[in-house]
């Protein structure tokens, strides 16, 4: 199928002048259409800059004017008549975009039309039209010009052809085009949303504040914590997303607004566009402190026998190999040696009773310290592979002398640490696991494939790897493992463990997500 050489946008603002620039770029004669006065010629001409900034940088290497050309102002919505597709990029209200499509198919009955609506199902926008099997959803991620991704949706009626030509166009803009099937959010935007519901949840229970929390996920490569992310969108905004994704979902547990964002929202502390969110913004005074160097790795003064590091986790092979690397004695159970202190990462072998003999450190995952440990001195401690950050937590009864070997350990190992509240998995174990439970509820449903949940993660939400990828890496064990610490805990259908993900843990042993879903 070949892209259409007429394509129309209808909606000039950023989003819909950035559709209509990438369509200019593809080479498609490009009409965009704005009901308000104005906003059309401005959107054709925003393009065009856009071009020209897109050419002088070398990404483009078609001369900027002879691809302006292709960029028109339609006067009137009947002069997309032409288009063979017709991208709709307007409010996200669904009486405009029923009235729209109602006209759309008598102006252009041959046309296939696609929404850009981030939230509203395509199955309700397409009973307005003519023919329900000539409408797609066709999400593309903002800037439009600068993001590589774009979601193809079905909706129930989409036809084929209908999904073929749109495929096409985005293919023919230069965009990786996944597809999803029609529901809330849709592939990336579902997929995505525990990592700021779970960091809201985790500030609600004063498992640590805001600044820990971000820094703690920057540090394991995303861009911005959830909360910098949540200024940046608009806590409005994001607000306002969460409860459409619990009202079209029936009140599904995961997708449960949270209360602080309601009163984020009350007190008008929106983000950065009203100067006060999560974070203060100032006249260009940074809202945060810089993130502080990794220690040097080398092993301190003091210790006086090796580390025993117990458990069959990656995490567990992962820091053997990095404390080797430090200068550390790595020993195993059998040497017989007094440990300087040991690391259990994972529950122990049936039967087997727990290390004994020197300062421990437990690997919260399968629940809290507390519960792990039950009264004993032993540190806490979390983190998943590759390695960035090292969570701690320690409880009324651990002993001094393991909170310190176990801080000393590892900013031996090169690695910054921070000290949280107790909870399965602390604070990047529970956000990213619900993420991965999230992906793999979608895959399980059929909304989308592995392969397409991991780029469109990548590439719409700047994620450092597709999470079943960084699944399979962490380990399927240990994701289960806080999922299932956190639905012990709190008795909540939230941390329910999808059948997909739970399947492939227990009747595939070491088997990978992406090996058994989908990965080309």
Request: hydrophobic share 45%; glycine share 10%; aromatic share 6%.
């Amino acid at each position: 199928m070949s892209a259409p050489q007429v394509i129309g946008v209808v909606g000039a603002g950023t989003m819909g002048s950035g559709i209509a620039q990438l369509a200019a770029q593809g080479g498609a004669r490009t009409l965009l259409f704005d009901a308000v006065e104005g906003a059309a010629a401005a959107g054709v001409e925003r393009a065009r800059a856009g071009i020209v900034k897109l050419v002088e940088k070398g990404v483009l290497f078609e001369d900027a004017g002879v691809i302006a050309t292709r960029l028109e102002v339609a006067g009137a919505l009947e002069e997309l008549a032409p288009c063979g597709l017709i991208i709709e990029a307007a409010p996200e209200r669904l009486e405009v975009k029923h009235e729209l499509f109602a006209a759309l198919s008598h102006i252009a009955p041959r046309a296939v039309l696609a929404s850009n609506t981030s939230s509203i199902p395509i199955t309700a926008i397409a009973r307005a039209a003519a023919d329900p099997s000539r409408v797609v959803g066709l999400h593309f991620f903002n800037p439009a010009p600068l993001m590589q991704l774009v979601e193809l949706i079905a909706g129930l009626q989409s036809s084929e052809e209908a999904l073929a030509v749109a495929r096409a166009a985005g293919e023919a803009m230069g965009r990786r085009v996944i597809e999803a099937t029609d529901g809330p959010g849709f592939l990336v935007n579902r997929c995505n949303r525990p990592f700021g519901l779970e960091a809201l949840r985790l500030l609600q229970e004063k498992i640590a504040d805001v600044e820990t929390i971000d820094a703690i996920v920057r540090a394991a490569g995303f861009r911005m914590g959830p909360f910098e992310l949540q200024d940046l969108v608009g806590i409005d905004v994001g607000f306002e997303v969460a409860k459409s994704f619990y009202e079209l979902s029936f009140g599904e547990p995961r997708w449960r607004p949270s209360p602080l964002s309601a009163q984020m929202v009350d007190a008008g502390r929106l983000g950065r566009k009203t100067g006060q969110g999560w974070y203060t913004y100032d006249n260009g005074t940074p809202h945060r402190v810089a993130d502080p160097d990794a220690p040097e790795p080398g092993v301190p003064a003091g210790v006086d026998g090796p580390v025993l590091i117990s458990g069959f986790l990656p995490i567990a092979d992962e820091l053997r190999a990095l404390a080797d690397d430090a200068g550390f004695t790595v020993a195993n159970e059998a040497d017989g040696a007094v440990p300087w202190l040991i690391l259990e990462c994972g529950p122990p072998e049936d039967d087997a009773a727990p290390l004994q003999g020197a300062p421990r450190a437990l690997l919260c995952a399968e629940g809290a310290l507390q519960a792990l440990d039950q009264g004993a001195a032993a540190a806490g401690f979390h983190a998943l592979s590759p390695v960035g950050l090292v969570e701690l937590t320690q409880t009324e009864a651990t002993a001094d002398v393991a909170a310190q070997r176990t801080e000393a350990f590892f900013s031996a190992l090169g690695l910054p640490t921070a000290w949280v509240a107790d909870a399965p998995g602390l604070v990047l174990g529970r956000i990213i696991a619900q993420v991965i439970n999230e992906c793999a509820f979608a895959v399980g449903e059929s909304i989308g494939t592995a392969a397409d949940i991991d780029a469109g993660m990548k590439l719409g939400m700047n994620y450092p790897t597709g999470p079943l990828a960084w699944a399979d890496e962490i380990g399927l064990d240990h994701i289960v493992m806080v999922l299932d610490g956190l639905r012990e805990e709190y008795g909540e259908e939230r941390y329910r463990t999808a059948p997909l993900l739970r399947r492939i843990t227990a009747f595939h042993e070491h088997e990978h997500f992406e090996h058994d879903h989908g990965e080309p």
